[in-house]
């Protein structure tokens, strides 16, 4: 018998090259749709605390380390500084973040979490958790924590990726 033709080798198994873009663009999508629908379902069960989205990852930011600038919230969150600004501001207003004058240099203005920030943390803890379970309901322990490494080593590849451009 001579040599397998290439749609042989692809009903057992075999991959071509453009196989591979194709896979990547479902990736791509997947990612974003999961993504997407993870903020849409955190969103939600935030809101009820009158939390909005992107608000939570402020405020654990600075629970994490208290008194950061804009500009650093703004690299830490991945947003551009005239967004974190208006999202300063918004939550200034609500209560939850204050401005004030850094101790050691006044010409900059650190944010910080009030009380009532501070109290929201739990909440925002609490949402985060209904908002996983119902994102690997079905899934096993073991499958989460493939699922959780996987995903960091795709975003390492891609932070990777960026930096080295």
């Given amino acids: 018998m001579g040599k397998k033709n290439k749609a042989e080798k692809k009903a057992k198994g075999g991959k071509k090259k453009h196989d591979v873009a194709v896979h990547a663009q479902d990736l791509a999508s997947v990612l974003v749709q999961a993504a ?5 379902v955190l969103s939600r069960n935030l809101l009820e605390s009158g939390l909005y989205a992107g608000q939570d990852g402020v405020m654990l930011a600075l629970a994490e380390t208290d008194g ?9 969150l991945g947003v551009k500084a005239p967004t974190m600004t208006r999202t300063i501001g918004r939550m200034e207003a609500q209560g ?8 050691e240099d006044a010409r900059l203005t650190k944010v910080y979490l009030t009380t009532s920030g501070r109290d929201r943390l739990q909440i925002i803890g609490e ?8 994102a690997t309901r079905g899934l096993t322990e073991k499958q989460i924590k493939t ?8 975003d390492g590849n891609l ?6 451009e």
């Fill in 36 to 40: 997407r629908s993870m903020r849409t």
């Fill in 68 to 76: 950061l600038t804009a500009g650093v919230l703004a690299m830490k």
């Fill in 96 to 103: 939850f973040l204050e401005r004030r004058a850094d101790d």
């Fill in 127 to 134: 949402a985060g958790k209904t908002s996983e379970d119902m």
């Fill in 147 to 154: 699922l959780m490494k996987l995903l960091r080593a795709v």
């Fill in 159 to 164: 932070q990777n990726s960026a930096i080295a």
